[in-house]
């Protein structure tokens, strides 16, 4: 069949994914005072249509920033603008100012489930589309199978069209990033990333490896002449997206500095609820939170996060190729997430984006790493009454992602990349290791099918109230903990075979 | 069935209701009192199988919310209940699943080697398994079609591989669940007397008279007795026949149901209102004389016509018995097997569908399914099953009317069109193309349609003072499309080159 009829179908069954998703619950559904996500992205619609944009991030008698505070850099806020805009045109009632507070019905919640659909429309799966077709190699219909696993992502779906939030936006404008560095257009690449910057201050996560791949590339070009040509454009363009989104904030440091202050809020402790990054499974032996100061706490996550980072950056910095690229992006992340500051459980996606763009080269372990990453956010799902959905959409992915992946197939020491480990244990007796690694993914999906069931299913013991989503968090760490190191020794250890090499530079 | 599932949570329609009663019905009354309770306006009106496979029903249901089995719970509603005819549903349509396999059996492979999805068995098995008319009835409006339909193709796969009295025992199994299944009850007759009892035929065709087997006959009726007696034997015996036919044939209701199915009538009663309304406005009519105005308004009711004479119910069988004549007489004097049978299957379903009394629009399902059968294997019937697909499926859109299944059914319904045609373009791609260029331009028309009605109108002033609007055109359309294919059926079974028929 034509590789536009099959990429039409697989895009529709995307959308109808997401819509059937979006007929269930949402975050903080008839929960008052402070209800949940739902109702701050309401409430900021609110906020923004009504006030003055002098108003928007400080404490007014109009804006009450204890109540869902704008905490996200201006273009959320522009786009909130606008979705208000259209709100007002449907039903004013809807962001009427102070009276419209927690206010829930069903052509409300059908609109903005619309609106997400809407910018998913328009910019995150465009490219998505875009990326598999074009910056894959392999059959259309390799392509096409790893486009639809790709759009089938379950955490992202139900995050975005579950717990309600705009990921798609960011992670989108992140993605338009990545598709134009790896076509080589690196000066709107930068512009597309520094939007996704203004838009969630996250994308900080993916910072990092921007920066080193751009910097890489320029002194490969060499730094006189041409890099450095390409280093200057590429600075002013990103300062020009910044100044143009942060315009109507430069006119007073005061307002910029508000700003920031809201988007970085220091103030808070090392992590709040069960996350699966280190800090907390490590505060399940070691109280860290009561042991040390605020001031340490600090010091420590940013030594760590540094450390963490530093190897695959480096890595990225002499070898800036688009392979690199794209495993610096996933090891960036996840060091952030596991060592970083007041990280939220919904911070994984930042991650999951470059684990799903590793689909096509390492299927088992990107497919593995996903289906953790959705596990881990359960408890959040079981929040917002989203256990069908999470269970529907797991099991769909996991099946699609193995049978047109052939991910099992494919498990040849040579292809999981895992030479390196023989290298680094050659004291050990040689064993199989693609074997282990099978065995070791089989117990694993149990493990998380397993606990899935206990937490939904059973009460846990009343001495232990916790006891469920801290065994997830932690078994999710693990399974975290082992996806960061293993890409670190893929980037380190050879790269793919020329043929693919010669396509992904 | 994954998004079978995410739509579990769609708005439920009158059916969920009508389902739960019978559950209730079944489970907490004796047999004597099913066909006279009448509690609920959903009494009881399918065949007494139906009756037994509810009462299956509710003992699981049982586990799940016993409440739902009250008969004074109307309009009962909790989750569990939701989920238990949810969940019925898809495990029902197991059978549907396996009767679908069995036609892909039945399809001719061509030689040579191909992709999976350029092979004709697997777009037959999309065709079969994603239909849109299905997927929106059964799981979002609510019925249990997949496992009716199940039945039928089975029976029709049962034919084609030549096990005809499997098939009849299956048709029997069938018509005694839903009694719509008359429909097609005509063409089974005829086939099976002319085909089966009648072991071998003259050479030229015509009947070998001397040939006839009154074994198979004995045999024909033994199992269609014997599951009817299964069926209502214990109504029977309880002397409570005629009600139970006066429940299965409600004549009481109109010609048309409340959303008009694009039938024959419908473009009837549009000519009576367009000649009235013309009437009035040329001054050759008084407009005291004219009825109110009870046909469009969307109620199920007796209503009579203006200018055109009155349709009675003996006028509809009269007309339906007429139009399926020919396509029944044609397998009585030419059989071409068992793909002679499945034509005139079709076009009994198509005749009924065309002239019937009180025709709901889901049945045009019973036409559209096993025309993918054909449609994969000729490239004339994939262009005839082009057109009737795409209008049929149209003419379901008024069956979701809420705003939050409108991204549903339009996505699920461009998905379909867009793998039917692709895919069949793609198997008859060697014989030219499938559709003549007016026919393309009747189905982008469809389109405007689609956007007039669901996007135009809504946010027009005409929404209050002429609130059926959208409806009458939809089916005024939808009729023209089916008329067209239905007549184009019709020639392709009389004008078709004889074929050698099959020694049974």
Known sequence: MQTWSLVSICVLLAIIARWGVSLNSYSGAGKPPMFGDYEAQRHWQEVTYNLPIQEWYFNTTNNDLNYWGLDYPPLTAYHSWICAYIAKTINPEWVELHKSRGYESTQHKLFMRMTVLVADLLIYIPAVVLYCLYLTDGSSKKKVSIMFCFLLYPGLILIDYGHFQYNGVSLGFALWGILALGLGWDVLGSMAFSLALNYKQMELYHALPFFCYLLGKCIKTGLIGRGLFLLVRIGVTVLATFALCWLPFLAEPSQAMQVVRRIFPVARGLFEDKVANTWCSLNTLIKIKSILSGDSQLYLSLACTLLAVLPSCIRLLTKPTFWHFKLALVNSSLAFFLFSFQVHEKSILLAALPACLLLNDLPLMALWFLQASTFSMLPLFLKDGLLVPYIVTSLGFLFFSIYLLSALDHCSEDKLRLGAYNKLFYWLPKMDLAFIVRWKFYISIAAMVGLSIATAVLIPPPHLPDLFPVLVSTTAFLHFLGTFIHFNVVQFSEPPSRKSQKKSN | SQQHVNVISCIRSTDFEVHRNWLAITHSLPVSRWYYENTSEWTLDYPPLFAWFELGLSQVARRFDANMLQVENLNYASPATVLFQRLSVIVTDVVFIYAARECCRCVREPKGSRDV?????????????WNFGLLVVDHIHFQYNGFLFGFLLLSVAKHLQ??????????????NLKHIYLYVAPAYGVYLLRSYCFAQDNKDGSVRWSSFSPLRLLALGAIV????????????????????????????????????????????????????????RLKLLEEAELPPASMTGGLVQEFEHSVLPSVTPAVTLVCTLLSILPAVASIWLRPHGAQGFLRCLLLCALGCFMFGWHVHEKAILIAILPLSILAVESREDAGIFLILTT????????????????PIKVVLMLMFTIFSFTALRKLHSAQGSLLHPLEVIYLLGLVAVAIACEVVFPLSPWQQRLPFLPLLVTSVYCAMGVCYAFLRLYASLLLRREEKPKQL
């Open chain 2, 162 to 175: 030549s096990q005809h009295l499997q098939g009849a025992l299956l048709f029997a199994f069938l018509l």
């Open chain 2, 117 to 129: 999805l350029s092979r004709p068995s697997f777009v037959l098995a999309v065709l079969l398994l």
């Open chain 2, 391 to 406: 209008t049929g499926h149209y003419s379901l859109f008024p069956l979701l009317f809420t705003p939050a299944e409108l």
């Open chain 2, 225 to 280: 007795t014997s599951v009817c007696a299964l069926s209502f034997g214990p109504f029977i015996a309880m002397g409570q026949l005629p009600q139970v036919l006066s429940r299965l044939f409600p004549f009481k209701r109109g010609l048309c149901h409340a959303y008009w199915a694009p039938n024959i009538w419908a473009l009837y009663n549009v000519l009576d209102k367009s000649l009235a309304v013309l009437g009035v």
